[in-house]
């Protein structure tokens, strides 16, 4: 099976990304993560970049040229996916249509519920039953883009929002490959 290369962005812990590379490496797992962009230099999420060997960009939003910079690199690296993996930043439509690959997200609720930041903490203040996370493409509006994957869980009574986020990072890191392995399933 002929891989794809895959660009993972991330901001911080990079607990998503681990677990792609992790998956990666199954022959039948039909992409490779080929190359890591952080915004934030001390992205703890570098370390998995830097312990398996993979080529990793920092990059200064503040810049007036830094998506040129990603496009750039995106293809000198030939990328064919990119995998928002915890970016905090928003994806310029510019850079959307400037980059032309398939961009996808991971986002922590069962979306269109719940979109933007703090996510637990309204999820908790709302006295939902459930929530879970979702997998979509990107598209210029901010968490609004097709969805691919979804997972669920019920939420316990006593559920409070730190571990609403344990349990719902853990089911991201079964969503984020299942939805990869869904988009190759017929190619
Ligand atoms: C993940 O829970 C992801 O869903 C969330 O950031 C976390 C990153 O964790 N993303 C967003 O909130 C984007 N709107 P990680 O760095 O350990 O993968």
Redesign the pocket.
């Known amino acids: 099976m002929v891989k794809r290369n895959t660009c993972v962005f991330?901001?911080?812990?990079?607990?998503?990304?681990?677990s792609l590379i992790h998956n990666s490496r199954s022959h039948n797992f039909p992409v490779n993560i080929s190359l890591v962009i952080s915004n934030n230099i001390n992205?703890?999420?570098l370390l998995h970049a830097k312990i398996n060997s993979i080529p990793y960009l920092i990059i200064d939003t503040n810049k007036r040229n830094f998506e040129n910079k990603i496009l750039y690199n995106i293809k000198k690296h030939k990328i064919s996916l990119i995998c928002?993996?915890?970016?905090?930043k928003i994806i310029s439509k510019s850079f959307i249509n400037k980059c032309g690959k398939k961009i996808i997200?991971?986002?922590?609720s069962l979306l269109p519920k719940y979109?933007?930041?703090n996510?637990f903490e309204r999820i908790i203040k709302n006295g939902e039953k459930k929530t879970g996370?979702t997998v979509h493409f990107v598209n210029e509006k901010?968490?609004s883009g097709k969805l691919i994957i979804q997972k669920s869980f019920f939420i316990s009574k006593n559920d409070k929002a730190n571990i609403l986020?344990i349990k719902?990072?853990k089911l991201?890191h079964k969503a984020f490959s299942e939805a990869i392995i869904k988009m190759y399933r017929y190619n």
């Not at 928002?84 to 905090?88: F, K, V």
Request: hydrophobic share 30%.
């Open positions: 991330i901001s911080g812990y990079g607990s998503n990304l681990k992205a703890k999420g928002l993996a915890g970016y905090m997200n991971i986002h922590p979109k933007g930041l996510t996370c901010l968490d986020k719902t990072q991201e």
